[in-house]
């Protein structure tokens, strides 16, 4: 399994950007997927997360309501647009694929097995 992360970049406060995470494989649309992130200095820290069939979506509090994590299960993609970009949304962003047949949530990082390379995205004030 591969992921390749992209769209990440220079962005001023209050703007936004998509970040896009494509999937190698065949049984892409059987697994849950996520994105965190990692700021210089500090852990990575669960972003958002998306059931396998999309019908569920998971936030982190501090970007509920400006965030949205979509998938594409036909294009093996996961998306992330972000929006009313914050300076403190400045990190590294990895898209990873939830544990196959898991039983386990979606806000851990050991909860996934696979990641991507990660994108930087920077947000100037």
């Known amino acids: 399994v591969q992921l390749q992360a992209s769209g990440g970049g220079l962005v001023q406060a209050g703007g936004s950007l998509r970040l896009s995470c494509a999937a190698s494989?065949?049984?892409?649309?059987?697994?849950?997927m996520g994105w965190f992130r990692q700021a210089p200095g500090k852990e990575r820290e669960f972003v958002a997360a998306i059931s396998s069939s999309a019908g569920n979506t998971y936030y982190a509090a501090s970007v509920k309501g400006r965030f949205t994590i979509s998938r594409d299960n036909a294009k093996n993609t996961v998306s992330l647009q972000m929006n009313s970009l914050k300076p403190e949304d400045t990190a590294v962003y990895y898209c990873?694929?939830?544990?196959?047949?898991?039983?386990?949530?979606?806000?851990?990082?050991?909860?996934?097995?696979?990641w991507g390379q990660g994108t930087l995205v920077t947000v100037s004030s």
């Open positions: 494989g065949r049984t892409f649309g059987s697994y849950g």
């Open positions: 990873a694929r939830r544990r196959p047949v898991y039983s386990g949530g979606y806000y851990r990082v050991t909860d996934y097995d696979y």
